[in-house]
């Protein structure tokens, strides 16, 4: 990869009021542009990226009606000329990392995602008068240095910029102006809005609220009303604002690691092998970057389609895996109270905060619940016994070096090592990088 050039100023314009702007910079077909950069082979082919189930597709297949989420077999079945492609995590951090790195030579601040980046250009009129021309550059700089196509937006807020990009993909530019702003809103899916879900957008619907246009009939309190504190940063979206600020994310606001089966699966054995799998990832990766979590949440997906969910804040924040994996084996077998195989299941942990130095025990230790409090004392009883801290935290240090080396499954535990390890040898294969669990998994 060649060095990252500086961008040139472009000539001073008249003083003038800096308006607030931001530009939305999205990497088209991530994983799949990046497989069929490193494979000639695969250029101007159907790619998937992904096991069991499509993490990313090219846009060839695209054109063929294959999408993210869909499983595999059927993706085969729809084009069976289609080249699957495993994927390489570390590969594609990397690509990012240069794509984010060549944003930050034109803005001082820069918010980046897995695939995408907000970059604030607020107060950079007299640098550079014409925001287009700031991406058309970095889209050029990007597929010149990496051989990347990726998609900007500009408009005033990181929801217009986003929005704006949207309609530009794949390979495109827009800068959506405000006298441009209401012809985009009014019209757009309640869907489609920031902050509105597939289940908020469902209950809009029954509503007869399609549009964002329609949205703004209900005023703030009828939107509180239906989602709580949320309907109010509806409302404020529904008329074009969004207060959120461009800042790098240190500490990420969740961390997340689902999986959608190869077939359904209604052995919680294996549900729960699974699931203590993706939480000794994600508490791994808490460890690596020095975080801890208060909260667990854990989520299914039935085999007809019906998600459920819940959550607990834990006594005290943690990233040891006993701890995140009694909590969230713990709230998967109180979910599971329908008669109906799972297709997906996921972890989440919330409430992050930076790891503290030292380890403080509750000065009065836990409070016993109350005679008749049913739930809290199922809690407690679910609860693991208390762990040795101390002792967790410097064998997991080991555990993690070992797996920084050969890959996370090279040491495995519990049931995560009986299902995926013995129920489908398989799943554990070796390549040039060692020891690698081959399963599907779609994750964020």
């Given at each position: 990869?060649?060095?990252?050039?500086?961008?040139?100023?472009?000539?001073?314009?008249?003083?003038?009021?800096?308006?607030?702007?931001?530009?939305?910079?999205?990497?088209?077909a991530?994983?799949?542009?990046?497989?069929?950069?490193?494979?000639?082979?695969?250029?101007?082919?159907?790619?998937?990226?992904?096991?069991g189930?499509?993490?990313?597709?090219?846009?060839?297949?695209?054109?063929?009606?294959?999408?993210?989420?869909?499983?595999?077999?059927?993706?085969?079945?729809?084009?069976?000329?289609?080249?699957?492609?495993?994927?390489?995590?570390?590969?594609?951090?990397?690509?990012?990392?240069?794509?984010?790195?060549?944003?930050?030579?034109?803005?001082?601040?820069?918010?980046?995602?897995?695939?995408?980046?907000?970059?604030?250009?607020?107060?950079?009129?007299?640098?550079?008068?014409?925001?287009?021309?700031?991406?058309?550059?970095?889209?050029?700089?990007?597929?010149?240095?990496?051989?990347?196509?990726?998609?900007?937006?500009?408009?005033?807020?990181?929801?217009?910029?986003?929005?704006?990009?949207?309609?530009?993909?794949?390979?495109?530019?827009?800068?959506?102006?405000?006298?441009?702003?209401?012809?985009?809103?009014?019209?757009?899916p309640?869907?489609?809005?920031?902050?509105?879900?597939?289940k908020?957008?469902?209950?809009?619907?029954?509503?007869?609220?399609?549009?964002?246009?329609?949205?703004?009939?209900?005023?703030?309190?009828?939107?509180?009303?239906?989602?709580g504190?949320?309907?109010?940063?509806?409302?404020?979206?529904?008329?074009?604002?969004?207060?959120?600020?461009?800042?790098?994310r240190?500490?990420?606001?969740?961390?997340?690691?689902?999986?959608?089966?190869?077939?359904?699966?209604d052995?919680?054995?294996?549900?729960?092998?699974?699931?203590?799998?993706?939480?000794?990832?994600?508490?791994?990766?808490?460890?690596?970057?020095?975080?801890?979590?208060?909260?667990?949440?854990?989520?299914?997906?039935?085999?007809?389609?019906?998600?459920?969910?819940?959550?607990?804040?834990?006594?005290?924040?943690?990233a040891?895996?006993?701890?995140?994996?009694?909590?969230?084996?713990?709230?998967?077998?109180?979910?599971?109270?329908?008669?109906?195989?799972?297709?997906?299941?996921?972890?989440?942990?919330?409430?992050?905060?930076?790891?503290?130095?030292?380890?403080?025990?509750?000065?009065?230790?836990?409070?016993?619940?109350?005679?008749?409090?049913?739930?809290?004392?199922?809690?407690?009883?679910?609860r693991?016994?208390?762990?040795?801290?101390?002792?967790?935290?410097?064998?997991?240090?080991?555990?993690?070096?070992i797996?920084?080396?050969?890959?996370?499954?090279?040491?495995?535990?519990?049931?995560?090592?009986?299902?995926?390890?013995s129920?489908?040898?398989?799943?554990?294969?070796?390549?040039?990088?060692?020891?690698?669990?081959?399963?599907?998994?779609?994750?964020?």
């Amino acid at each position: 990869m060649s060095p990252m050039p500086d961008p040139s100023p472009m000539p001073d314009p008249p003083l003038s009021d800096p308006r607030a702007l931001v530009l939305h910079v999205d990497i088209d077909a991530f994983f799949a542009s990046v497989e069929q950069l490193r494979n000639p082979g695969l250029r101007g082919r159907p790619v998937a990226v992904g096991s069991g189930v499509i993490a990313s597709c090219s846009y060839e297949a695209r054109a063929l009606g294959l999408h993210n989420g869909m499983p595999l077999a059927r993706a085969e079945r729809i084009c069976p000329r289609l080249a699957i492609v495993r994927g390489h995590a570390a590969i594609y951090r990397s690509y990012a990392a240069h794509v984010f790195d060549r944003c930050g030579a034109w803005s001082p601040v820069v918010e980046s995602h897995l695939d995408d980046a907000y970059c604030d250009l607020t107060g950079t009129s007299r640098l550079y008068p014409d925001p287009t021309e700031v991406g058309r550059r970095l889209r050029g700089t990007v597929h010149r240095d990496l051989g990347l196509r990726v998609t900007v937006g500009l408009g005033r807020n990181r929801m217009f910029a986003r929005l704006i990009g949207a309609r530009a993909k794949p390979d495109g530019l827009r800068h959506l102006t405000a006298d441009e702003e209401e012809a985009l809103l009014l019209p757009l899916p309640v869907g489609d809005l920031p902050g509105i879900g597939r289940k908020r957008a469902e209950v809009l619907e029954r509503l007869n609220l399609t549009t964002v246009g329609a949205l703004r009939e209900l005023s703030r309190r009828a939107l509180v009303s239906l989602f709580g504190l949320d309907g109010a940063t509806i409302h404020e979206r529904a008329r074009g604002e969004d207060h959120r600020a461009i800042a790098p994310r240190e500490i990420p606001r969740t961390i997340r690691r689902s999986t959608s089966f190869e077939e359904d699966v209604d052995d919680p054995r294996r549900i729960d092998g699974m699931l203590e799998y993706l939480t000794q990832r994600a508490g791994r990766h808490l460890r690596q970057r020095g975080l801890e979590a208060g909260g667990v949440h854990v989520s299914i997906g039935y085999a007809d389609r019906r998600r459920d969910g819940r959550s607990r804040r834990l006594p005290a924040p943690t990233a040891l895996d006993p701890e995140l994996v009694s909590t969230a084996v713990s709230l998967r077998r109180s979910l599971t109270d329908r008669r109906v195989a799972l297709r997906s299941v996921g972890v989440t942990l919330d409430r992050i905060t930076r790891a503290s130095l030292a380890i403080q025990p509750g000065l009065f230790g836990e409070e016993e619940p109350a005679a008749g409090d049913r739930e809290a004392r199922e809690e407690l009883l679910d609860r693991s016994p208390p762990v040795d801290r101390e002792r967790w935290t410097r064998l997991l240090g080991s555990l993690d070096a070992i797996r920084d080396r050969h890959g996370h499954a090279a040491v495995l535990s519990g049931g995560a090592l009986r299902w995926l390890a013995s129920d489908r040898p398989d799943r554990l294969q070796k390549d040039r990088h060692g020891l690698v669990l081959r399963c599907s998994s779609l994750t964020r």
